[in-house]
């Protein structure tokens, strides 16, 4: 059963950066493309990127475009998500999910995989 582990969370200020690391466990991501979603507060939850099994192919939000940028190591069962010019608009808990073959959607959990989450915010 493949578990996820998000960790890179924090407090930051507006214009900084984070890392945002998604580990997985119990089995290889391997053939999982790679999903984050974050939920701020009061709303529902929104894709962010995502990454193909094989890092081939990525997508964004717009919101995010030209600031986050997704990356996998599958040697580490790994996918990041790198947050530049962050603002408070960004503030929320971020999850990653991963699904076999195909980018998780919010339309369906069908053997998709879920993180616990990790807090974002951005404040000064």
């Known amino acids: 059963q493949l578990q996820l582990v998000e960790s890179g969370g924090g407090l930051v200020q507006p214009g900084g950066s984070l890392r945002l690391s998604c580990v997985a466990s119990?089995?290889?991501?391997?053939?999982?493309?790679v999903g984050w979603f974050r939920q701020a507060p009061g709303k529902g939850r929104e894709g962010v990127s995502c990454i193909s099994y094989n890092g081939a192919s990525t997508n964004y939000a717009d919101s995010v475009k030209g600031r986050f940028t997704i990356s996998r190591d599958n040697a580490k069962n790994t996918v990041y998500l790198q947050m530049n010019s962050l603002t408070p608009e960004d503030t929320a808990i971020y999850y990653c999910a991963a699904k076999y073959l195909s980018c998780p959607k919010l339309s369906t959990n069908v053997d998709t995989y879920w993180g616990q989450g990790t807090q974002v915010t951005v404040a000064s």
């Open positions: 119990g089995a290889t991501l391997d053939y999982h493309a």
